[in-house]
């Protein structure tokens, strides 16, 4: 099993719309990567003090990296999505899951 973490850095001037990622952006995501990807999480960053890092950070759990890649393999029309959301460069960890 493995975990794709997309994680959205706060940076001076980044912005991020929350409501439209949820609203819109991940049942996108969940419809184009269809059975493949097998359970999803969306935090929203709020601090503790000070600014969170990141705006949010989403994963995605998947059977294999192939799986993965098989399943984003056609997925543009989520990168072009992103434009309505962000303007947060996003950083993807790939992960395998050991507990």
Avoid: W
């Amino acid at each position: 099993m493995i975990r794709a973490s997309i994680m959205y850095p706060r940076a001076e001037g980044s912005t991020f719309d929350i409501d439209y990622y949820l609203a819109t952006h991940i049942p996108l995501a969940e419809r184009l990567l269809g059975d493949a990807c097998k359970a999803v999480t969306v935090d929203e960053g709020v601090g503790g003090g000070n600014p969170a890092p990141y705006h949010c950070i989403t994963t995605m759990t998947f059977d294999s990296v192939e799986a993965f890649g098989a399943a984003m393999g056609g997925a543009t029309e989520l990168m072009d999505d992103m434009k309505n959301f962000t303007n947060a460069a996003p950083q993807i960890q790939m992960s395998e899951v050991r507990r």
